[in-house]
């Protein structure tokens, strides 16, 4: 019996470490190539290390002003996601009614709907509407693309924090809106975070939609950029793709970064409602 348990304890932890590699081997080729002078698509140590491809690809046309379009698009639409969301989330988590799950389940097929079967459609209102190439109709459908999701994991969230806290500010004279923004939602914080980070990471890699949706090279956003690195005829300068990779990983990570904390911090509720 022992022995078999050590077999298979080997076994998993072998099975751990193969998907461990799959994952690390794409992120050293990144970091490694990123500095090295010739750069393929092996994965090995660089026999010089270079900072040239970070000099080649820091210029405003290839890396600042798409940089800038991502955190724009990205961050906008993150805002009113997060802002939509709580306000939806709300009368979901706080008012019964037998609406609510035929209204969830929708929203949650909503979810299923594939990004390439809609984009048709989406891409005759915009013109119709004078949306198309705009980075204000780009991040209301990024927005409504994220939507759905982002109800369900708010009303989770939301779910709990005891409603006892509100009532209590309701008899303060506070209105639902007030108790909302200044008991429920800071309450919820590492629920909040959540919904923004994956919100923002979602989008940050979305490559299709701005494809779709903006037609001036001067507006795509650094998902999008991303693709003049492939050059004709199968070229492509690896070593530059990878520091420009390096690059535009680096706002997702900071911030993760940043609401790290919130994220392990849990619901702070203990000896908030007494007796």
């Known amino acids: 019996m022992a022995r078999a348990r050590t ?3 080997l076994a998993a932890d072998a099975a751990l ?9 794409p992120l050293a080729w990144v970091v490694l190539s990123s500095v090295d002078p010739h750069a393929d698509l092996r994965v090995r140590i660089p026999d010089g290390v270079t900072l040239g491809n970070f ?7 290839i890396t600042y ?24 989330a709300y009368p979901l988590s706080r008012f019964r009614s037998r609406l609510n799950r035929p209204f969830l389940l929708t929203i949650l097929f909503a979810t299923s709907l594939p990004i390439t079967a809609i984009m048709v459609p989406v891409y005759a209102l915009f013109v119709r509407v004078n949306l198309i190439d ?14 759905p999701f ?3 994991l708010m009303k989770n969230f939301m779910d709990g924090v005891p409603k006892e806290l509100e009532e209590a500010a309701w008899t303060d004279g506070a209105s639902s809106a007030q108790s909302l923004v200044r008991i429920v939602l800071p309450l919820m914080g590492p629920g909040v975070a959540v919904v923004t980070v994956f919100s ?9 939609v701005p494809f779709m949706l903006l037609l001036t090279p001067d507006q795509m956003p650094a998902s999008v950029s991303i693709n003049d690195f492939f050059g004709n005829r199968g070229m492509v300068a690896y ?37």
């Open 200 to 208: 923002f990471v979602m989008m940050w890699g979305n490559f299709f």
């Open 150 to 152: 982002a109800i369900w």
């Open 7 to 9: 077999s298979r304890r």
């Open 65 to 88: 002003t798409p940089l800038l379009n991502s955190l724009i698009l990205c961050g906008g639409a993150t805002a009113l996601t997060v802002a939509c969301a709580a306000l939806a």
């Open 239 to 275: 070593g530059q793709l990878a520091a420009f990779s390096v690059i535009y990983s680096t706002p997702v990570i900071l911030l993760y970064v940043l609401v790290a904390r919130r994220l392990g911090g849990g619901f702070a509720l203990g000896g908030a409602v007494k007796g």
């Open 134 to 147: 705009t980075l204000q109709g780009t991040i209301l459908f990024f927005a409504a693309s994220q939507l």
């Open 55 to 61: 000099d080649a690809i820091l210029t405003p046309d």
């Open 17 to 25: 470490l193969l998907v461990a590699a799959a994952f690390a081997l």
